[in-house]
């Protein structure tokens, strides 16, 4: 398994209109993307800083993981996105090593990548998505 990079910080949100006019008008950041992911009951804003994207979600409906997160928690930091060459291979050897991932194959993500979840309790508190290159 080979991670390539940061590819984003994921920041759960109540009201994605009201988080993306935060941003800009306090760090003048812009979306570069907005997608409705339907598959995750999610919309994303992606933030462009540096070529790590900062990724804020809404919840599109009641039982999406966005909004059982916010329910429990409360807005703020949901997953660390890493880059990897192969999410396949990753998950495998996440596996391998007895770490607990919650996709034991890879699936569809936002913006047409491959991904797949890595359990916080295998990564000492921290959900982490696989973003293959």
């Not at 993306?20 to 009951?41: I, M, Q, Y």
């Amino acid at each position: 398994m080979e991670v390539t990079r940061i590819d984003q910080i994921a920041i759960a949100v109540e009201d994605l209109d009201a988080a993306l006019d935060l941003w800009e008008r306090a760090f003048g950041l812009t979306p570069h993307h907005r997608e409705v992911v339907e598959s995750d009951g999610v919309e994303e804003a992606m933030i462009d800083v540096g070529g790590v994207w900062i990724q804020l979600l809404q919840a599109t409906r009641d039982d999406s993981p966005i909004a059982r997160y916010l329910e429990r928690n409360g807005p703020g930091l949901h997953h660390l996105g890493l880059g990897v060459t192969s999410v396949g291979e990753a998950l495998d050897h996440l596996t391998n090593e007895d770490v607990q991932v919650i996709d034991d194959r890879p699936r569809p993500g936002g913006s047409g990548h491959t991904v797949g979840f890595v359990h916080p309790r295998g990564t000492g508190g921290v959900l982490v998505e696989l973003v293959e290159d």
